[in-house]
């Protein structure tokens, strides 16, 4: 395993004392935690949220000693720009990761903003990174060690969870964090070990075409997303066998939606309505299905809050959900807000979002524009497939409507949870609209959104 020195000389002294004050007392690390990041997984592809097909017996496994929340959200449905989110506790817009962080894209978090590793490493935390990293600066998101899936061999989750053992068993009196990132689902859907799947088994779900390339496509991600699975399978058995199952807490979720046209790279919902699930050892309550809407930006200060490092004086943008775990239907978590402006550097759109418990307000900020692709989701043999028949519909809309989109967009989602049917312009609407807009510039306002100096008027 590769490693680096902590940097800090205060980061060393904390983590000396720490161990120090550990084995004077002879008391046992308790507050560990294990954040697993999948890559462009969608909401619904896992058995414990109801897919037929998809087998996902790692997370099942985890909600049903957990919390499964049922309305969670990234707030910007792209790679760097999403992880940015959960190990900052604030919006991209408020950071610098505007879009991907890796060659020419170039985006990254200003250096003052404080991160979820160095924080925990300063409270007396050991620290390490297994996977896909993709966020900038390096040494802003410093990690004691870290791990590529490149040094792992086999090259897969399986493989990088049996090289974390090492990590989890060190002699080492610290507690741990363990940041675990899959690089499945993302495409090309590697799936070695998990090809069982026939175009023939799929369900395609709404806002995909129904066509042989999409069905052929859907059955190479079913795999990938086992395969990303397996990973935590084995992890789950290793903190069992190394009695850390019961002090570790457990966070599942995906960075964003589906890497397939209308999910990824959008605000709607198969774009931003993730899977979460979160298994903290010390809930009374287990196996609890949770409707409370929470957003990435909570993760950070629920893991900080876990941890007992939460700041006097927080300057993030999410909250802890510890306090929420065992409550089915908890009161003030009806409101989340998302924030998208790049995905590559050259796909300039954008849209700022309020979502409530029944309506979506989508504010498209270039509106003019139409709507870009990432370079992998045009290259699709989907959308391919759709432009070489000249298709009028993409799922439940039309392929005009996915590629120019008014200035404001407005959803019932309770009557219209495909988002189709835009109410912005209904006079029946009129209230709620300018209610939602007054919301969202206000959060705009408060959040430091530098795109209200731009467009000034919206």
């Known amino acids: 395993?590769?490693?680096?020195?902590?940097?800090?000389?205060?980061?060393?002294?904390?983590?000396?004392?720490?161990?120090?004050?550990?084995?004077?007392?002879?008391?046992?690390?308790?507050?560990?935690?294990?954040?697993?990041?999948?890559?462009?997984?969608?909401?619904?592809?896992?058995?414990?949220?109801?897919?037929?097909?998809?087998?996902?017996?790692?997370?099942?496994?985890?909600?049903?000693d957990g919390t499964r929340f049922t309305r969670a959200f990234c707030t910007t449905s792209s790679c760097s720009a999403s992880r940015s989110v959960i190990l900052t506790g604030m919006y991209n817009h408020a950071t610098g990761q505007y879009g991907l962080q890796h060659s020419y894209h170039h985006f990254s978090v200003r250096p003052k903003v404080k991160s979820l590793p160095v924080l925990l490493e300063q409270a007396g935390y050991r620290t390490a990174r297994f996977g896909k990293f993709h966020v900038a600066p390096e040494g802003l998101f410093r990690f004691g060690q870290f791990v590529t899936a490149n040094q792992v061999t086999p090259?897969?989750?399986?493989?990088?969870?049996?090289?974390a053992k090492s990590f989890i068993t060190a002699d080492d009196q610290r507690p741990f964090f363990l940041y675990f990132c899959t690089h499945e689902p993302h495409r090309s859907f590697a799936r070695e070990g998990f090809d069982r799947h026939s175009a023939n088994d799929v369900v395609v779900p709404p806002y995909l075409p129904d066509t042989p390339e999409c069905r052929e496509e859907l059955a190479q991600y079913y795999g990938?997303?086992?395969?990303?699975?397996?990973?935590?399978?084995?992890?789950?058995?290793?903190?069992?066998?190394?009695?850390?199952?019961?002090?570790?807490?457990?966070?599942?979720?995906?960075?964003?939606?589906?890497?397939?046209?209308?999910?990824?790279?959008?605000?709607?919902?198969?774009?931003?309505?993730?899977?979460?699930?979160?298994?903290?050892?010390?809930?009374?309550?287990?196996?609890?299905?949770?409707?409370?809407?929470?957003?990435?930006?909570?993760?950070m200060p629920t893991i900080l809050d876990w941890a007992g490092a939460m700041p006097e004086s927080p300057w993030f943008h999410g909250r802890s959900v510890l306090p929420i775990l065992e409550e089915e239907h908890p009161k003030g978590w009806d409101e989340v807000y998302a924030s998208h402006t790049f995905h590559e550097v050259t796909m300039y759109y954008p849209m700022r979002v309020i979502r409530t418990d029944r309506y979506k307000y989508i504010l498209n900020l270039a509106h003019p524009l139409p709507?870009?692709?990432?370079?992998?989701?045009?290259?699709?043999?989907?959308?391919?497939g759709v432009l070489r028949r000249g298709d009028r519909m993409y799922g439940r809309r039309t392929v005009e409507a996915y590629l120019h989109r008014p200035q404001h967009e407005l959803y019932?989602?309770?009557?219209?949870?495909?988002?189709?049917?835009?109410?912005?312009?209904?006079?029946?609407?009129?209230?709620?609209?300018?209610?939602?807009?007054?919301?969202?510039?206000?959060?705009?306002?408060?959040t430091a959104d530098p795109w209200i100096v731009k467009y000034a008027h919206e």
């Not at 058995?47 to 017996?57: A, E």
């Not at 890497?259 to 931003?272: L, M, R």
């Not at 009374?284 to 949770?290: L, T, Y």
């Open 1 to 64: 395993m590769s490693g680096r020195p902590i940097a800090s000389v205060a980061g060393v002294f904390v983590a000396v004392l720490w161990t120090i004050l550990l084995q004077a007392s002879g008391a046992e690390p308790t507050r560990n935690i294990v954040l697993y990041v999948t890559d462009d997984q969608g909401m619904d592809d896992a058995s414990c949220y109801g897919h037929p097909v998809i087998k996902t017996p790692g997370l099942d496994a985890l909600a049903h």
């Open 155 to 163: 090259r897969s989750p399986i493989g990088m969870a049996e090289h």
């Open 224 to 299: 990938s997303v086992e395969r990303a699975d397996s990973g935590l399978v084995r992890l789950i058995a290793i903190l069992k066998e190394t009695g850390h199952w019961d002090d570790t807490l457990i966070i599942f979720l995906s960075d964003n939606g589906i890497a397939f046209p209308g999910a990824k790279t959008t605000v709607y919902e198969p774009g931003i309505r993730l899977p979460c699930v979160i298994r903290d050892p010390d809930a009374k309550r287990k196996h609890v299905v949770s409707d409370a809407m929470i957003t990435w930006a909570d993760i």
């Open 371 to 384: 709507y870009p692709f990432a370079s992998d989701l045009y290259g699709s043999s989907t959308w391919q």
């Open 412 to 446: 019932d989602l309770n009557e219209d949870p495909h988002e189709t049917r835009n109410l912005a312009d209904d006079p029946s609407h009129a209230e709620i609209l300018a209610d939602l807009q007054g919301r969202l510039r206000r959060w705009r306002t408060e």
